[in-house]
C-alpha cells in the first residue's frame, strides 16, 4: 500500500497551520528539499543535490547532507499565512524541525530566507525546532529562536518539555536534559 507519511501520523499535510488559545501555529517542512526526502531519481531529489553542492561550494557550517530546506512553493505559502495574521493581529508561533539560528551545521539551508519571512511580519513571535541534539537559544532580529534538545545521546535521560505560551513570554519547563526556562516572544511595533 503507498501509505503517505501525513496521513498516516494524522497531520493535514507536509506543512500546515492551526488556531490555538487565540495563536496561530504554522508547522513547516524544512525537509521539504533534502537529500533523504524524495525518491532518488525524483526531479527534487535532483534538486535538492544541487543545492547541497552549491552550499559546499560557499563552504558554509550547514552544508550538510543531514539538513534540509523549505521549497519556494513553502516559503510563499508561509510569507502569504503570515501576511493574513498580520491583517488580523494575531500572534504566531513558527515551528520548523532544523533550527535557523544560530547558524551552525544543524541549520536550516536557507535559514536567511526563512528569517527574512518570519521577520518582516509582526505577527511572527517565535520559531521553536530541534534537530540540534545539543539544544540553542538565540534571539535573531528580534526573533526567540529557540531549539529543544534531544535524548538520543543519552539514552538513560529523557529531554522533553511543557510550554505555556502567553502574549508576551513561553514558559518551558524542562525535564531531563532539557532546561527550564522563560523567553519574552518578539515584540513588534504594529502589533
Same mark, same amino acid.
Given at each position: ?40 531519481? @525524483? ?19 550547514n552544508a550538510k547532507p543531514w539538513n534540509g530546506a523549505l521549497s519556494a512553493k513553502q516559503l510563499e505559502w508561509l510569507d502569504h499565512e503570515l501576511l493574513r495574521c498580520d491583517e488580523r493581529k494575531t500572534p504566531v508561533i513558527v515551528c520548523g524541525h532544523h533550527p535557523l539560528a544560530p547558524v551552525e551545521m544543524h541549520a536550516a539551508w536557507n535559514h536567511k530566507e526563512i528569517l527574512a ?11 521553536? +525546532? ?30 522533553? @518539555? ?17 532546561? @527550564?526556562? +522563560?523567553?519574552?516572544?518578539?515584540? @513588534?511595533? +504594529?502589533?
Amino acid at each position: 500500500a503507498n501509505i503517505k507519511l501525513p496521513a498516516l501520523l494524522g497531520m493535514p499535510a507536509n506543512y500546515y497551520a492551526f488556531d490555538a488559545q487565540g495563536f496561530r501555529f504554522i508547522m513547516l517542512d524544512t525537509n521539504d528539499l533534502s537529500t533523504y526526502a524524495h525518491p532518488l531519481e @525524483s526531479e527534487a531529489h535532483k534538486r535538492a543535490v544541487a543545492a547541497l553542492e552549491e552550499l559546499k561550494k560557499q563552504d558554509v557550517p550547514n552544508a550538510k547532507p543531514w539538513n534540509g530546506a523549505l521549497s519556494a512553493k513553502q516559503l510563499e505559502w508561509l510569507d502569504h499565512e503570515l501576511l493574513r495574521c498580520d491583517e488580523r493581529k494575531t500572534p504566531v508561533i513558527v515551528c520548523g524541525h532544523h533550527p535557523l539560528a544560530p547558524v551552525e551545521m544543524h541549520a536550516a539551508w536557507n535559514h536567511k530566507e526563512i528569517l527574512a519571512v518570519l521577520t518582516r511580519h509582526p505577527s511572527t513571535k517565535a520559531y521553536l +525546532s530541534g534537530h540540534n541534539h545539543a539544544g540553542a537559544d538565540e534571539v535573531r532580529d528580534g526573533l526567540p529562536c529557540i531549539t529543544f534538545k534531544s535524548l538520543l545521546h543519552e539514552p538513560d535521560v529523557t529531554a522533553y @518539555s511543557i510550554l505555556t505560551i502567553s502574549a508576551d513570554a513561553i514558559e518551558i519547563e524542562g525535564f531531563g536534559r532539557e532546561l @527550564s526556562r +522563560s523567553i519574552p516572544l518578539r515584540v @513588534s511595533d +504594529s502589533q
